[in-house]
């Protein structure tokens, strides 16, 4: 018999994780307020709250797994801080009554000593704003008594990334021929995770009950620079070398200072100043996975804003 296991949420992570389950023919629910989830006879979409208990208990019977992959509505503290922990909650709720252990993907964001070289093992104990709600969140898995898995990832890309640093703000521009603004300094080591390096690692964490209860890192290559990463986008799709003009950092802090996007990327200006790093090198082993190699990753990544009518308009190098 095909084995059920729950999504939450069909954002980039939800999405692969439902699709590389649904390939090796496991049977997935996906649960979203909209009913979004890949178009899949091995993928059933529920319209589902998750925040509503009522809803959310039947959803999880005989499930042997629950990925929970939310976002808030807003990338603002205020929003998470309504909205995130009691989702959660509900989530644990049901899933300890189902006996199925719950995966989250989780960030960077509760490491409070972000200038060093950040592992399993690091600190993570920041405090105010979006920071302190993922701190929050982390206990309360930690407190409760259904089984989980954090999988901590640094900024995303791939296939389905948009919103993210290494999404929106280079690939479709860079095929564009358009100059790309990334924040603060381009040329310190930053941290990217491929994200079906991420859904790989939740799934094979799922399954492995000797990894519940942990904080584990995703598979994640040795941290390029934004310039860097640009670069080999840039080499995937044979497009000149990019043009990038990075915005200063006292710029993001003054625009910051009236209400808007700016106010809330002012907050995470750390991890552009200043090499924001993560090793993934102990949960490899525990999981027994390797990151995608960057050049690939790029490649596909590339390839998947293509379909999406970004073409390039400049010329193609020839090699």
């Keep these: 018999m095909t084995q059920l296991y729950v999504v939450t949420g069909a954002g980039p992570v939800g999405w692969t994780v439902a699709e590389k389950l649904a390939a090796r023919g496991d049977r997935v629910r996906i649960l979203t307020r909209s009913g979004a989830g890949p178009d899949n006879p091995g993928i059933e979409r529920i319209r589902v709250d998750v ?14 797994a629950v990925f929970h992959c939310i976002h808030g509505s807003a990338y603002t ?17 049901a899933a300890g009554q189902a006996g199925a252990v719950v995966v989250f993907p ?28 993922r701190t929050l969140l982390l206990r309360q898995r930690e407190a409760s008594a259904t089984a989980t898995v954090s999988m901590v990832a640094s900024d995303f890309y791939g296939p389905r990334v948009r919103a ?44 492995r009950k000797e990894l519940w209860n942990s904080v584990l890192h995703a598979p994640t290559t040795a941290a390029p620079t934004f310039r860097g990463i640009a670069k080999e986008f840039a080499r995937a799709a044979g497009s000149p070398e990019p043009r990038i003009k990075p915005v200063p950092g006292w710029m993001v802090r003054l625009l910051g200072k009236f209400p808007g996007d700016l106010r809330e990327l002012s907050e995470m200006l750390y991890q552009f100043e200043n090499p924001f790093v993560m090793d993934s090198a102990h949960s490899e082993v525990l999981l027994g996975l390797r990151p995608t190699p960057l050049q690939d990753g790029a490649a596909a990544t590339v390839s998947w804003w293509q379909g999406q009518g970004a073409v390039p308009l400049a010329p193609k190098i020839v090699q």
């Design 164 to 207: 993210a640093h290494a999404g929106e703000r280079i690939v479709p521009r860079l095929l564009a021929g358009k100059t790309i603004r990334p924040l603060g300094n381009p040329d310190l080591p930053h941290s990217f995770t491929y994200v079906p390096d991420l859904a790989a690692a939740m799934i094979a964490a799922a399954a």
């Design 51 to 64: 925040s509503d208990p009522h809803r959310v208990q039947p959803a999880f019977e005989g499930a042997e």
């Design 77 to 93: 503290a205020a929003a998470w801080e309504a909205e995130l922990p009691r989702a959660e909650q509900v989530v644990l709720e």
């Design 106 to 133: 989780e960030s960077l964001y509760s490491y409070d000593q972000p200038d060093e070289v950040m592992t399993e093992r690091s600190s993570r104990k920041a405090v105010a704003g979006k920071r302190g709600v």
